[in-house]
């Protein structure tokens, strides 16, 4: 694989250096025998992914230059699928019109122009014999969709310690994390937000649930020290749940459903019917996501937001996703980073370079 993805690297790199001009976007094509081959496999405990690796080797040349990678049957029509040639056609173009200098497919009304959007992830480092180390990634985009990718430092998290599987940060590490997005957010966006809402698809640990790894002051105070003491900030919680509502029809419940539970927490239907299509446009039953909030502004709001940002995956051009863009885009990124080399500094930021 690591040949493969070589061969690649470096024809995108001989067709920059060859090219008159600066492409807006280069388009490789992987050949159906190749990706039959070795495609995705498992090798040892450590699952390999040939599209991830090819994308982390480019982005590591610094280059700058979008890529699209399509597969040799998806143009030959011989590729299986649940999307019919339009909805291919439709999400190939709009993908690349997103990556060609930045534009904006579609923006979405109910976003509020001085709010920062930010997702943070964690990983694990995809190497044999480092089950222990993890990666955070911190996302953050504007009311246009508009986003950058910041990649922590390594880090080690022992579940058998803590006794929760899902990873939390150290006060430090959180408060520089927050600090170098948002630092880096101001600067790109030539912009200074009033508020900022954060997504986590886990609990915001306080010094009261475990002293080691107060992630919320140190969230907290990296924001105040960024952007003043008076700036506003939600912190939310977003989970999947087991929780059902039923209605009296051969559909289920209506996308935007909302169970208000207190004035911090709800259930969010962000899949169900759809008025507009008359139709559920989905394979299983959906389910609401739980969403808890730590700040000031309502739960209903919190929701509204979320709801609307399921809508900015510039991706595709579905009518929406199940989970908004601030966590449906770090599992991309994720996958993608565990391959970069480890010797790279400052990889591209830009959200539409992971797509």
Same mark, same amino acid.
């Given at each position: 694989?690591?040949?493969?993805?070589?061969?690649?690297?470096?024809?995108?790199?001989?067709?920059?250096?060859?090219?008159? *001009?600066?492409?807006?976007?280069?388009?490789?094509?992987?050949?159906?025998?190749?990706?039959?081959?070795?495609?995705?496999?498992?090798?040892?405990?450590?699952?390999?992914?040939?599209?991830?690796?090819?994308?982390?080797?480019?982005?590591?040349?610094?280059?700058?230059?979008?890529?699209?990678?399509?597969?040799?049957?998806?143009? +030959?029509?011989?590729?299986?699928?649940?999307?019919?040639?339009?909805? =291919?056609?439709?999400?190939?173009?709009?993908?690349?019109?997103?990556?060609?200098?930045?534009?904006?497919?579609?923006?979405?009304? +109910?976003?509020?122009?001085?709010?920062?959007?930010?997702?943070?992830?964690?990983?694990? =480092?995809?190497?044999?014999?480092?089950?222990?180390?993890?990666?955070? =990634?911190?996302?953050?985009?504007?009311?246009?969709?508009?986003?950058?990718?910041?990649?922590?430092?390594?880090?080690?998290?022992?579940?058998?310690?803590?006794?929760?599987?899902?990873?939390?940060?150290?006060?430090?590490?959180?408060?520089?994390?927050?600090?170098?997005?948002?630092?880096?957010?101001?600067?790109?966006?030539?912009?200074?937000?009033?508020?900022?809402?954060?997504?986590?698809?886990?609990?915001?640990?306080?010094?009261?649930?475990?002293?080691?790894?107060?992630?919320?002051?140190?969230?907290?105070? *990296?924001?105040?020290?960024?952007?003043?003491? +008076?700036?506003?900030?939600?912190?939310?919680?977003?989970?999947?749940?087991?929780?059902?509502?039923?209605?009296?029809?051969?559909?289920?419940?209506?996308?935007?459903?909302?169970?208000?539970?207190?004035?911090?927490?709800?259930?969010?239907?962000?899949?169900?019917?759809?008025?507009?299509?008359?139709?559920?446009?989905?394979?299983?039953?959906?389910?609401?996501?739980?969403?808890?909030?730590?700040?000031?502004?309502?739960?209903?709001?919190?929701?509204?937001?979320?709801?609307?940002?399921?809508?900015?995956?510039?991706?595709?051009?579905?009518?929406?996703?199940?989970?908004?863009?601030?966590?449906?885009?770090?599992?991309?990124?994720?996958?993608?980073?565990?391959?970069?080399?480890?010797?790279?500094?400052?990889?591209?930021?830009?959200?539409?370079?992971?797509?």
């Amino acid at each position: 694989m690591n040949d493969i993805s070589e061969l690649y690297t470096n024809c995108y790199l001989e067709l920059i250096e060859n090219t008159t *001009g600066r492409p807006d976007i280069i388009i490789l094509i992987i050949g159906k025998d190749v990706f039959k081959k070795i495609g995705t496999f498992t090798l040892g405990n450590v699952f390999h992914n040939l599209r991830r690796k090819i994308k982390a080797d480019i982005l590591a040349t610094g280059k700058n230059i979008p890529i699209q990678i399509i597969l040799e049957n998806t143009i +030959d029509g011989t590729k299986k699928s649940l999307q019919d040639l339009s909805m =291919i056609a439709w999400n190939f173009c709009v993908a690349q019109y997103y990556k060609t200098a930045n534009c904006t497919p579609w923006t979405i009304r +109910d976003i509020d122009a001085d709010t920062c959007y930010l997702g943070i992830s964690f990983h694990k =480092i995809n190497e044999k014999g480092k089950n222990h180390l993890r990666s955070s =990634i911190a996302q953050a985009f504007n009311k246009d969709g508009k986003g950058l990718v910041f990649t922590g430092k390594q880090f080690e998290w022992r579940s058998e310690k803590t006794k929760v599987v899902t990873p939390h940060l150290k006060y430090a590490y959180a408060k520089e994390l927050i600090i170098n997005v948002l630092n880096q957010y101001k600067l790109l966006n030539k912009h200074t937000p009033k508020r900022i809402v954060i997504h986590k698809t886990s609990d915001f640990w306080d010094a009261y649930v475990n002293p080691d790894y107060n992630e919320l002051d140190g969230i907290v105070d *990296g924001i105040k020290e960024s952007l003043g003491e +008076d700036i506003e900030y939600d912190l939310v919680t977003i989970k999947n749940s087991q929780l059902r509502l039923l209605r009296n029809s051969d559909y289920p419940v209506l996308r935007g459903t909302l169970l208000k539970v207190s004035n911090d927490k709800a259930f969010l239907y962000s899949n169900g019917f759809i008025p507009y299509y008359d139709t559920y446009p989905g394979a299983y039953v959906p389910m609401p996501l739980s969403v808890e909030n730590i700040g000031e502004t309502p739960i209903v709001e919190i929701c509204q937001e979320i709801l609307a940002l399921t809508k900015m995956n510039f991706n595709n051009c579905s009518y929406c996703d199940g989970l908004p863009i601030t966590i449906q885009f770090s599992k991309k990124v994720g996958e993608i980073i565990q391959y970069f080399p480890k010797d790279l500094e400052n990889p591209p930021n830009k959200y539409f370079f992971y797509m």
